[in-house]
């Protein structure tokens, strides 16, 4: 494979609008799931349909902010075989506001959840009261959304310069006059964007690691205010973070005939992305093993509530094993295979499963805190929001790739020789 | 200087290579004679100290009741940490293709293999009785013995024999080119010895071929590895009740803290061996900065965790598990506790700057104190448990004595005395790798 890189910069593959039908599918889904959402509350199952907008809301909030981080980390390590992929994070940004009216809803339905907001915290009645709980992790949120929203600017600043200007009237147009103002040349740009996002990548992974440690305790650990793990917070972001990354593989894979990328990406780049995903399932499992074999071995009663109710009680036990299988035991396995990881079908296929057993693990951590009935909460209603969660993250992405080269500039073209 | 992607300057050839870098291996002058003379000295008086701990009884040592796991064990901890940063350099980032760690991984290899061999002393020396050493060892039961195949101490047994094997493997196949480069250079007995090790390597296709595959199988095996043996002698504490030790962020915190002391003694062995023999070029600031930067990440994770264990303490109202917090920072240990806050912390947050990481009397003051920091923290973790667990009237102190600080002292000499002896007799920089990164001799034009 050799790598082309280009002396003067030419975007080989413009922004590129995603097809009008699957758009109004799209559309058609958000609606839906907002619609089924309301009449869950309407026809009197309000529980249901809060901690099923509860669970999206963290499991696509998470893989949009870590969307951000992945394209972080992907500079910070200079790992240059990223550099397709690196965008596809960065476009996840759009959904970071979104997520924070999501947010200003959820708060709506505090009650609903943490039923112990007036109740029993086990002496934390401070740092557990509604305003102060809900209070901090907005800011959190709203936070990283603005570090986040600063990173992709400076990142998309050199490539936003090479696009005609826009003359039209919109917020599209304003955006990105805004980013592009005093833009000089394509060559100082990307030396500009480089030392930018050397100060801005640490600070932004320093604060995802931190804040969403945070609000892993408080919005999951926390609806059991008597159940510690010291490891929740990091099993929590490490988690969204691996969603993330494989969130990034299904659309780089998915979208690549409507934005023309097919020749962007060359064998080895699907082995590397396939490998990192490899990595990162044997971490988080890595993680997930650590947090239950220490309590399980301890065998202490204040920690072991959560084990058995989700391990060894009916209904969630089988579910907890469709997860163990679908993230880590499946991957561990067919991913020893080159093969697998060099096929963007063999890929696409592994890496939604796992997405699948990422969203189960936020159903089973968040559920089993709140329903106390010996059935599964999952029907039509439970299905329509999540579709409905799931179109509203993906025309979020489609508007930025309309708007934005998704294969950055500096990436050049690759040629395989296969 | 310029240098390249792998940080070796541009103008390097591979003739130039060997013939640089076996200058490691040339007949050792006074100084090296004189330093590898004390080492031995210190070795000697730990071993003396533990022959008197044998005569005397296990008493000479400060460890007590209910200080049982003193000095001996955090050493033991530390250690194992240390070997932690070789395969991260060499298996990990040979996985992710960082081309800089060419010139590096093979003294990161080394720092694996003598930590654990140093590592591996301590729970015979911690036995007292060690002449009955193999009761401990996880094997079916005879004599009347019931070893407990649900202790983590059992684990312990079986996943550092694993890591030591796969290691020390990984660290001679790797080596397996380099000796057929110092076979075929040497004369006489040291010829039939060389090439006894590169077992016959003659570098054609076939051989390159199977050993291409060999070395990505074992970086692959290795990787997770060095994840798990930490994680299970974390576990050796997790798995207690103890306040202060019964913790599930105790894994991804050890492994952590491993790497970040790791990385420290290789930045603190590279840079006196550079400088010895005059490679540079080879070893360059760039590779000092990168392992740099790698200490200001692991710094942050550290005390990341630091944070979290006081949080969940607090956030758990759990009165021991508060009581243990508040006591290590407080308490008869608390210099301990604030040292190893600063010097595992603070100041290596100190290489975020430029300045101070492309500086070398910089990085070997705080690599020092990462040693420092990292070594305290296993004590604070380990002593403080112990003295102040559960009931009042079971607390006690821990004071070092003669007998333990020598055996811990001369551990340290016994690591560098071995490092001194590879750097010697076996090439302390892969010649291979450093070839594989620099542009082929190719015919110039006209």
Redesign the interface.
């Known amino acids: 494979m050799t790598v082309h890189r280009p002396s003067t910069p030419i975007l080989h593959y413009p922004p590129a609008a995603a097809p009008p039908r699957l758009r109004h599918v799209l559309i058609g889904l958000t609606i839906l799931g907002f619609v089924a959402f309301l009449a869950g509350i309407i026809v009197g199952e309000g529980q249901r349909a809060w901690q099923i907008y509860f669970v999206n809301f963290l499991f696509w909030s998470g893989i949009a902010q870590g969307g951000v981080v992945v394209a972080g980390v992907y500079g910070i390590?200079n790992?240059r075989?990223g550099d397709q992929f690196r965008r596809i994070g960065e476009g996840m940004v759009v959904f970071l506001p979104v997520s924070l009216l999501l947010y200003a809803v959820l708060v709506m339905g505090g009650g609903m959840l943490f039923p112990w907001l007036h109740g029993d915290t086990?002496?934390?009645e401070v740092?557990l009261s509604g305003w102060f709980l809900f209070g901090r992790d907005g800011i959190a949120f709203l936070f990283l959304a603005w570090l986040s929203g600063k990173f992709v600017a400076a990142s998309l600043r050199p490539d936003l310069g090479l696009l005609p200007p826009r003359t039209d009237r919109s917020f599209t147009t304003w955006l990105h006059r805004r980013i592009t103002n005093g833009w000089t040349s394509w060559d100082e740009e990307e030396i500009l964007r480089r030392g930018r996002l050397a100060r801005l990548t640490p600070a932004l992974l320093?604060s995802f690691?931190?804040l969403y440690?945070l609000i892993g305790?408080d919005l999951v650990m926390a609806l059991d205010p008597h159940w510690?793990?010291?490891?929740?917070?990091?099993l929590f972001f490490l988690h969204a973070f691996y969603a993330s990354l494989v969130a990034i593989a299904i659309l780089a894979i998915v979208s690549r005939k409507w934005l023309k990328t097919e020749g962007a990406y060359s064998v080895s780049q699907w082995h590397d992305m396939g490998?990192f995903v490899f990595g990162f399932c044997?971490?988080s499992g890595?993680?997930f093993w650590?947090?239950y074999?220490?309590?399980w071995?301890?065998n202490?009663p204040?920690e072991t509530s959560y084990l058995i109710k989700r391990f060894y009680s009916a209904p969630w036990e089988p579910l907890m094993w469709v997860y163990i299988i679908l993230a880590y035991l499946f991957p561990l396995a067919v991913f020893l295979s080159r093969r697998v990881k060099e096929v963007p079908g063999a890929l696409l296929t592994i890496t939604s499963l796992i997405l699948l057993a990422l969203f189960l693990e936020r159903f089973i951590a968040v559920v089993p805190f709140v329903w106390t009935a010996a059935t599964i909460p999952f029907g039509i209603g439970e299905i329509l929001v999540t579709l409905g969660f799931a179109a509203l993250f993906v025309l979020c992405w489609m508007w930025f790739a309309a708007r934005v080269p998704i294969i950055p500039a500096s990436a050049g073209t690759v040629t395989s020789h296969h | 200087m310029t240098t390249d992607r792998a940080g070796m300057e541009y103008k390097l050839t591979y003739s130039d290579t060997d013939i640089d870098l076996m200058k490691t291996m040339r007949p050792a002058g006074r100084l090296y004679w004189a330093l590898l003379t004390v080492l031995f000295l210190l070795v000697m008086a730990g071993g003396w100290a533990w022959w008197m701990q044998i005569q005397t009884g296990i008493g000479l040592a400060g460890k007590n009741s209910p200080v049982g796991w003193a000095m001996y064990i955090t050493t033991f901890v530390y250690w194992v940490g240390i070997a932690h940063s070789g395969t991260l350099i060499s298996a990990i980032l040979f996985l992710v293709r960082v081309r800089w760690r060419a010139a590096v991984y093979r003294s990161a290899e080394a720092v694996t293999v003598f930590g654990l061999m140093t590592a591996g002393l301590f729970p015979f020396i911690h036995l007292g009785r060690v002449w009955v050493a193999h009761w401990i060892l996880p094997v079916p039961n005879f004599d009347g013995l019931w070893p407990n195949f649900r202790s983590p101490l059992a684990w312990d047994v079986l996943a550092i024999t694993t890591y030591m094997t796969v290691s020390s493997t990984f660290f001679l196949v790797g080596m397996l080119p380099d000796l057929a480069i110092v076979r075929d250079r040497v004369k006489g007995w040291r010829k039939k010895v060389y090439g006894f090790l590169a077992q016959g390597w003659q570098g054609t296709d076939t051989q390159w071929k199977h050993y291409t595959a060999a070395y990505v199988f074992l970086a692959a095996l290795a990787t997770p590895l060095v994840i798990s043996v930490h994680s299970i002698v974390s576990w050796d504490f997790a798995m207690s009740i103890i306040p202060g030790w019964h913790s599930t962020i105790f894994a991804p915190y050890f492994v952590a803290g491993a790497i970040h002391s790791g990385l420290a003694m290789v930045v603190l062995l590279l840079i006196p061996l550079r400088r010895s023999f005059g490679i540079e070029k080879y070893i360059t600031m760039h590779h000092l900065e990168s392992l740099a930067k790698f200490i200001v990440f692991t710094a942050l994770v550290v005390g990341f965790a630091y944070m979290v264990e006081f949080f969940a303490a607090w956030y758990g109202n759990e009165k021991y598990e508060k009581a243990i917090f508040l006591y290590r920072m407080v308490g008869e240990y608390a210099w301990a506790f604030w040292l190893l806050i600063t010097t595992n912390v603070f100041v290596p947050l100190l290489l975020w700057s430029k300045k101070i990481r492309t500086s070398i009397p910089c990085l070997v003051v705080i690599c020092i104190s990462v040693e420092i920091g990292m070594w305290l923290e296993r004590f604070v973790i380990i002593v403080t448990s112990l003295a102040h667990d559960y009931l009042p009237s079971a607390w006690g102190l821990y004071h070092p004595t003669l007998t333990d600080s020598m055996i811990v002292i001369g551990s340290f000499a016994w690591f560098f005395f071995l490092f001194m002896i590879f750097v010697k007799v076996l090439p302390a920089v892969s010649m291979w790798e450093v070839k594989e990164q620099l542009p082929p001799p190719l015919k110039e034009r006209g």
């Open positions: 390590t790992a075989w086990g002496g934390k740092w320093i690691a931190v440690s305790f510690v793990s010291t490891l929740y917070g990091w490998r044997l971490l890595g993680f650590s947090q074999l220490v309590i071995y301890g202490l204040s």
